[in-house]
């Protein structure tokens, strides 16, 4: 479904809470009545940030009504605070929200609020003790699509999450024991609105109201959606999701605080209402469709050792526009006159559809542990270049049918309301355990883990030649790379050696951003990446060490905006501790110079040795006077993977600060002068990694 214009959502939001305040002037007694349900796991959100207090102190704010009952639990958050509005959040609270007033009703002592027993017995008790025609339940905190919901600080053994399987049997424990269905299921959390949250939810509630993207830690706007219920007790659920997802933007916009560098969050705003009686014809169409992508790699089974395939079959990452340079092909040293792989070059042209989709829970962990794409686009770049064509219409179809409203901010406009999860590469036990206890459709079971083991089928095999410097163009550093399974990313490192098979990067600069691209009649992709050594992306003059996180892409997958992470130590400003984040930097193509630049869009709290935590709601508190210190990785280059430190963190160094301006941004500027060393990485799309040998050059 197409985003719906802000004209539109403003219209929509005045019309109804216009007809709220109608229809509550008569006071009579012909309103339907709604319980409010909000299970607030407080997590680290509250322990470090206060965001489950500030969201408390929003519904304090709204005006009550005798129609609409609010009850909340509190609890999973390390902290005692007896002067806050919540003295603890170590046991499980239960309190109504009356009068302008939070009443504590009962304190339950230590209960693990990653535990569905915990949820279902909220449940029961509070409709039981408030009983109205209409049941909404809203879950706030962490959020990690199918994986599940939670983090319960003070039960950190017990999984750090409530599966979605434990979320289905506590709701369906709850209907069997009161008939009741939920009239609509909302998460104040990550990454929530998918295929696979929706499936699990479907036979227990009307409606879901989530985000694709990650979420800003202040959340919803909580005092607009307790006034609309307060004020419209019968409001319908898709309307009621309508307001609160305006709302949800509009916070986004009056959230940015002054001196920040940060622009407003709303515009990678992503909340739609799914309507669930429609997901159960989503999924059949869903297995139809995979079904059809299995017979395109059949396809390619039976054409083995037949003819080869056509040279249209070209792969390359997304880039802004054409390529700068017309690159030569290069085949792989030895493999002149080898047969086409056909089920190798089936797999890369479902791969490379897959890179151009948008992905969602942008830093290195998340998308490693959630390969979450949006499945319209997916399925329509798929049926682009020709693969279940004469399925995807139904597929989209359904999708539209599934999907009643959706919010997109301008930065995110390929967000189409419904994520999936679809894997690039290998899975892990746990990732594939996890998702086996899901029941997904059984072609799409079997397609994603076909394509996940389909990568293995042969070596990952890239050449990357020594860089040169070209004698036509004396500053700039080149490299014919050729690889099997075509190239993902190219980056050239910045290093300094630190032992024979150790080095420490300073700096990178993605080369898929513009100047790499390809022209080829080979189907063993390659070509010649050549760089000028004159420019290069720094923050403030200072280079950085840069991730490719995320690509945003038109609907033919060309560039829009790339995302670009760096680790840096951060100082705030406003003296608080210093801790490591990841500062994101969004890229746009700038024809005038034929170079990128990057605006500094947020920062997240990073754990380089904890990849199994959930994904972080998004940080905006990059300001004006506050210090970073780009975080330099030391890398083995022989095992290519980072270095450790004997206790096993890995192995990193710290830059020379840079104090933060309003002009800061990532720029194409000149190198200072000095030795240096280059070396080019190139990442394959089955993640295969191929390294130059280093050149040194010394700039003047």
């Known amino acids: ?28 007694g ?19 940030g206060n965001a489950g207090t500030k969201n408390l102190l929003e519904m304090l704010a709204a005006q009550g009504s005798s129609y609409t009952k609010v009850v909340i639990t509190t609890g999973g958050a390390a902290k ?72 319960d600080e003070n039960f950190p053994a017990s999984g750090k999450k409530m599966s979605l399987p434990a979320m289905a049997a506590a709701l369906q424990g709850f209907k069997s024991a009161t008939g009741i269905t939920l009239d609509y299921i909302g998460f104040d959390a990550c990454l ?55 709302a949800f933007h509009d916070k986004q916009i009056r959230e940015r605080p002054d001196g920040s560098l940060v622009p407003p969050l709303s515009d990678y705003v992503t909340f739609s209402i799914i ?12 297995d139809q469709w995979a079904g059809a992508v299995l017979a395109y790699y059949d396809q390619a089974a039976k054409a083995a050792g037949g003819p080869a395939l056509s040279a249209s079959t070209v792969f390359w990452p997304p880039t802004f526009g054409a390529p700068a340079l017309a690159l030569q092909a290069k085949a792989l040293p030895g493999a002149e006159g080898s047969t086409v792989d056909p089920s190798i070059e089936r797999w890369k042209q479902v791969a490379m559809s897959r890179l151009r989709t948008t992905e969602f829970g942008y830093q290195p962990d998340a998308k490693a542990q959630l390969d979450l794409v949006d499945l319209h686009q997916f399925s329509a770049l798929l049926a682009s270049a020709d693969i279940a064509s004469t399925s995807q219409p139904a597929l989209s179809q359904a999708l539209q049918d599934a999907i009643v409203f959706n919010i997109t901010g301008p930065k995110a406009p390929e967000a189409n309301g419904l994520s999936v999860y679809f894997p690039m590469l290998a899975r892990s036990d746990l990732q594939r355990g996890v998702y086996q206890a899901l029941d997904m459709p059984a072609q799409y079971m079997r397609l994603i883990e076909r394509h996940a083991e389909q990568a293995k089928t042969a070596p990952s095999v890239i050449h990357v030649p020594p860089l040169t410097s070209p004698a036509d163009a004396p500053d700039a550093v080149q490299s014919e790379i050729s690889s099997v399974y075509g190239v993902r990313l190219a980056d050239l490192m910045l290093i300094q050696p630190v032992n024979q098979t150790v080095v420490k990067i300073t700096g990178t600069t993605p080369l898929v951003s513009g100047q790499l691209g390809f022209n080829t009649d080979n189907y063993l992709l390659g070509g010649v990446v050549r760089y000028d050594t004159r420019w290069w992306l720094q923050l403030d003059g200072q280079p950085l060490l840069l991730f490719t996180l995320a690509h945003w892409t038109a609907d033919e997958g ?46 997240r709290d ?51 600060p840079v104090t933060l301006t309003a002009q800061s941004a990532l720029r194409a500027s000149p190198l200072a002068p000095g030795a240096y060393t280059l070396q080019l990485a190139v990442t394959d799309l089955a993640d295969g990694r191929g390294f130059s040998a280093p050149l040194h050059f010394v700039k003047s």
């Open 606 to 656: 990073i754990d380089f040795d904890d990849a199994d935590a959930p994904p972080d709601r998004v940080d905006a508190d990059i300001n004006v006077g506050d210090i970073v210190e780009p975080v330099h990785i030391l890398y083995d280059i022989e095992k290519k993977v980072p270095a450790q430190e004997p206790g096993g963190d890995i192995a990193i160094e710290f830059g020379p």
């Open 30 to 48: 012909s309103q339907a009545s709604t319980t409010l349900l909000v299970y607030l796991l407080g997590s680290d959100l509250e322990s470090r």
């Open 80 to 151: 005692d605070d007896p002067t806050s509005l919540v003295s603890s959040w170590k046991t499980v609270k239960r309190f109504e929200l009356t009068g302008g007033k939070l009443n504590e009703l009962a304190d339950l002592g230590r209960k693990d609020m990653d535990s569905g027993g915990t949820l279902q017995e909220f449940l029961l008790w509070a409709t039981g003790a408030y009983p109205a025609e209409r049941t909404m339940l809203m879950l706030w905190d962490h959020g990690s699509g199918y994986y599940g919901y939670g983090k």
């Open 192 to 246: 929530m609105a998918t295929v696979e949250v929706a499936k699990m939810l479907q036979p227990y509630a009307r409606y879901l109201g989530a985000s694709q993207e990650l979420e800003p830690g202040s959340g919803w706007d909580w005092k607009v959606i307790v006034d609309t219920l307060a004020r419209q007790p019968a409001l319908p659920a898709p309307e009621f999701g309508k307001v609160a997802a305006q």
């Open 558 to 603: 060309e560039l829009t905006a790339v995302l670009l992470g760096t680790p840096v130590r951060l100082k705030s400003a406003t003296g608080s501790d210093p801790r490591i984040v990841l500062m994101l930097f969004n890229c746009t193509w700038d024809p005038s110079t034929q170079r990128i630049s990057g605006q500094i869009v947020g920062a």
């Open 1 to 28: 479904m197409p985003p719906i214009s802000r004209r539109q959502l403003l219209g929509t939001a005045a019309a109804l809470v216009a007809g709220g305040l109608a229809a509550c002037g008569g006071g009579n």
């Open 275 to 286: 309507d669930l009686s429609r997901i159960p014809a989503l999924l059949e169409q869903l």
